[in-house]
């Protein structure tokens, strides 16, 4: 370490604070300390340290309301929460409010030193994206930017810059076919590590009896078969970013196994023995993690280790307006920039409701530019469930006879819905057949309110 670091140390209880002072000096950092939030925030504006480690719990002043003053004094100062056992929620809280990183207690000296370590490599990486390539490296088939204009894109992209200079976890949510890859490559690609490996796995694509040496590795005679060293994804991934696709397919005992490689940073091949890590992890699911945890099929630390920043996909149909840029994309990749479409068939397409999302528009457009007669698309050259009424729906549906548009109305679904449920949000998103992430979603969407209002 050739240039010496400070860290403010926040922190009630004596003995604590004593022993990570010892052991940061011990690592050659210059450490200062303070025993509660306030004393912590006047240590922090006479030193100005570069990093801040502050407990979330102290009677004084919270480690929330010291992080938030923090930031607002100085953005770029990192700050890491210590929190206890059982408590991880208050540390994703504290993640989403400006944290770099979390700690529970109770932790080593190792693992606090390596976590203060990775967090001031992080703070002298230049991670400015106007450095970046505007394009996907040659070397990355098949990658994309993301497309739309519609406000809930522009909110992913927001959220998306704010997070990729970070290495904190992200849980990508979305139905099937909507780009949660895509999302996961951009994250990578504006990150400081874009030059690193970005790794894919598909946890629903390979066998349970194979996950693990796939995940971690083997060595050579680890079990019958192995008849040779194989390095594992996280391995390949290492310095990077490890996207795991359909994360929430992931059997419970390799969920235990992959919560130690998270919360360790090191993993443990089959029959070999334990290698230090540095990898982003970004997972992404099309399934209810928060209903998969209460039917106990998903283990809840593990969902709180990987949602420390949620990004929220929305489908197709529920940004139509980005269908037509969507089309033009695909026409370019596949070499049709010369074809049209007529205004009938613009229009079909942007009122069709994508259930397949994107995944199924590129399907479509291919059949299309596959059995097309000229280079201008017509409704003829439509599929036919494209021209299909809107099912069972479209006789029993009655409009109001006030006009009302089509978001007010599914304003209204959502809240007879809960009402009739006494606002169990689960009852109501099965009642609307659909995931509870969708109504939980709907309900931000219409800034409905989390609980039954006071009457």
Same mark, same amino acid.
């Given at each position: 370490m050739t240039d010496i670091h400070s860290v403010l140390i926040i922190d009630d209880d004596d003995s604590l604070r004593r022993v990570m002072e010892l052991t940061l000096k011990g690592a050659g950092y210059e450490v200062a300390t303070a025993t509660g939030g306030k004393s912590g925030l006047d240590q922090f504006t006479k030193r100005q340290p570069d990093l801040v480690i502050t407990d979330v719990q102290m009677p004084d002043l919270s480690g929330y309301e010291v992080l938030r003053r923090i930031k607002q004094q100085a953005p770029q100062t990192i700050v890491i929460v210590i929190t206890a056992f059982g408590t991880i929620e208050k540390a994703v809280r504290a993640m989403r409010e400006g944290a770099y990183d979390y700690i529970t207690k109770p932790f080593g000296k190792n693992e606090l030193v390596a976590i203060v370590s990775r967090a001031i490599r992080y703070r002298n990486t230049p991670a400015t994206t106007a450095a970046l390539p505007e394009k996907e490296p040659a070397s990355e088939p098949g990658s994309r930017k993301i497309i739309g204009n519609s406000s809930s894109i522009a909110r992913v992209r927001q959220l998306i810059d704010r997070v990729a200079g970070s290495d904190a976890t992200v849980l990508i949510h /979305?139905? =099937? /076919?909507?780009?949660? #890859?895509?999302? &996961?490559?951009? %994250? !990578?690609?504006? =990150? *400081?590590? =874009? !030059? #690193? *490996?970005?790794?894919?796995?598909?946890? &629903? &694509? %390979? *066998?349970?009896?194979?996950?693990? =040496? #796939?995940?971690? /590795? !083997?060595?050579? /005679? &680890?079990f019958t078969g192995a008849i040779d060293k194989r390095v594992g994804k996280f391995e390949e991934a290492d310095g990077g970013t490890l996207f795991l696709d359909e994360i929430g397919e992931l059997p419970l005992a390799m969920q235990a196994k992959l919560l130690r490689a998270l919360q360790e940073k090191e993993i443990e091949p089959v029959g070999g023995s334990r290698k230090r890590i540095a990898v982003r992890v970004i997972a992404a699911t099309n399934r209810d993690l928060e209903q998969e945890v209460q039917n106990q099929l998903f283990r809840e630390d593990l969902y709180y280790r990987l949602a420390v920043i949620t990004v929220e996909l929305p489908p197709l149909r529920e940004r139509r307006e980005d269908v037509p840029l969507f089309i033009d994309h695909i026409l370019n990749q596949k070499g049709c920039s010369q074809v049209q479409l007529t205004p009938e068939v613009m229009t079909l397409l942007r009122n069709y409701d994508w259930p397949g999302n994107v995944r199924e528009l590129e399907n479509c457009l291919e059949r299309m530019l596959v059995l097309r007669s000229s280079d201008l698309l017509e409704v003829d050259d439509l599929p036919p469930k494209i021209l299909k009424p809107g099912g069972p729906l479209t006789a029993e549906l009655r409009l109001p006879e006030h006009n009302l548009s089509l978001p007010e109305l599914e304003k209204q679904a959502v809240i007879q819905a809960l009402q009739r449920s006494g606002w169990n949000k689960s009852q109501a998103a099965k009642a609307l057949k659909i995931p509870r992430h969708v109504l939980l979603y709907r309900m931000e969407k219409y800034a409905i309110p989390a609980k039954k209002p006071e009457v």
């Open positions: /979305g139905d =099937s /076919g909507v780009g949660k #890859e895509v999302v &996961a490559r951009e %994250i !990578h690609r504006l =990150s *400081p590590w =874009s !030059h #690193e *490996p970005f790794v894919v796995v598909n946890c &629903a &694509a %390979i *066998p349970t009896e194979l996950l693990e =040496s #796939e995940l971690f /590795g !083997h060595v050579k /005679g &680890a």
